[in-house]
T-cell receptor, first 117, second 114 residues
Framework: GAVVSQHPSRVICKSGTSVKIECRSL??????MFWYRQFPKQSLMLMAT?????????EQGVEKDKFLINHASLTLSTLTVTSAHPEDSSFYIC?????????????FGPGTRLTVT | AQTVTQSQPEMSVQEAETVTLSCTYD???????LFWYKQPPSRQMILVIR??????QNATENRFSVNFQKAAKSFSLKISDSQLGDAAMYFC???????????FGKGTRLSVIA
């Protein structure tokens, strides 16, 4: 299957700083990318959906000024957590959807563990 | 809004035995897709199997098969000949037709006993 990478896999940052997470589709063009947040032993919670070249659509309750999403190209989307606080500590997963094998398929990145101290 | 319900937070199975994970969903749409994803301790989401709602035939992938009951809005996953590597969280997911996000259930943690 297609590959989606995320960088970094782990990051520790201090409270009040910003951190950027990159999500790349390595061998296909991702027309849409999704960002999820997962707390321990819980399901994936959709944060936002982004289409290449358009502004992201955020789910209710997700602060768009805090979680900045950019989808500038068909292979790259970034999530920037601004002015991070300890409660932002979580596992963030991106997912990319593109036209593969005659249909739209969706693949997940390996996730990024963010710890805010 | 669509919802996905997994009523079994945890399940266990003996190695080489068969286990069935339950999933129900609620939708008013007629065209949609259903998925089972596996999330091992590495937390990488892995697609196990998918089912298009318009297909009456149940999807199968090697040891994994589904029982898709459209009228009952039920989509269970059967794992045959369970292996230690099958131990993971399993998420049932729904997607409408078109470019819409996946809606996940809360997951079922499967343990495989040697």
């Amino acid at each position: 299957g297609a590959v989606v990478s995320q960088h970094p896999s782990r990051v520790i940052c201090k409270s009040g700083t910003s951190v950027k997470i990159e999500c790349r589709s390595l061998d296909f063009q991702a027309t849409t990318m999704f960002w999820y947040r997962q707390f321990p032993k819980q399901s994936l919670m959709l944060m936002a959906t982004s289409n290449e070249g358009s502004k992201a659509t955020y789910e209710q309750g997700v602060e768009k000024d805090k979680f900045l999403i950019n989808h500038a190209s068909l292979t790259l989307s970034t999530l920037t957590v601004t002015s991070a606080h300890p409660e932002d500590s979580s596992f963030y997963i991106c997912s990319a959807r593109g036209l593969l094998g005659g249909g739209y398929e969706q693949y997940f990145g390996p996730g990024t563990r963010l710890t805010v101290t | 809004a669509q919802t996905v319900t997994q009523s079994q937070p945890e399940m266990s199975v003996q190695e080489a035995e068969t286990v069935t994970l339950s999933c129900t969903y609620d939708t008013s749409e007629s065209d949609y897709y259903l998925f089972w994803y596996k999330q091992p301790p590495s937390r990488q989401m892995i697609l196990v199997i998918r089912q298009e709602a318009y297909k009456q035939q149940n999807a199968t992938e090697n040891r994994f098969s589904v029982n898709f009951q459209k009228a009952a809005k039920s989509f269970s996953l059967k794992i045959s000949d369970s292996q230690l590597g099958d131990a993971a969280m399993y998420f049932c997911a729904y997607r409408s037709s078109g470019n819409t996000p996946l809606v996940f259930g809360k997951g079922t943690r499967l343990s495989v006993i040697a």
